[in-house]
């Protein structure tokens, strides 16, 4: 198993920057691929930015340019940095561990950390 848990969650003001920690302990080795995710209220949970083991990385559209997504595999950390932050980016940041074992995939979250974004 994988246990996760997210810090640097903040009140921010637009335009201002955040980064995000995702601390991973447990069966890390296992890890295919880690990545956030964000709920806004009344909103489905969406992808943010990922990274598989290999070092690919894919981002979703509204962050492009803005967020990058990196790891310290000595630390077992992922982190998001969040640059030009917009009130539409305030949302619940999730950590997200996806993992395969005898074929069968599972995954791991977080509890989340809030980033509220004022206008």
């Known amino acids: 198993q994988v246990q996760l848990v997210e810090s640097g969650g903040d009140l921010v003001q637009a335009g201002g920057s955040l980064r995000l920690s995702c601390a991973a302990s447990g069966s890390t080795n296992n890890i295919d691929a880690i990545g956030w995710y964000r709920q806004a209220p009344g909103k489905q949970r969406e992808l943010v930015a990922t990274?598989?083991?290999?070092?690919?990385?894919d981002y979703a559209d509204s962050v492009k340019g803005r967020f990058s997504i990196s790891r310290d595999n000595a630390k077992n950390t992922l982190y998001l940095q969040m640059n030009s932050l917009k009130p539409e980016d305030t949302a619940v940041y999730y950590c997200?561990?996806?993992?395969?074992?005898?074929?069968?995939?599972?995954?791991?979250w977080g509890q989340g950390t809030q980033v509220t974004v004022s206008s």
């Open positions: 990274v598989r083991f290999g070092g690919n990385t």
């Open positions: 997200k561990a996806m993992t395969t074992r005898m074929g069968i995939a599972f995954n791991y």
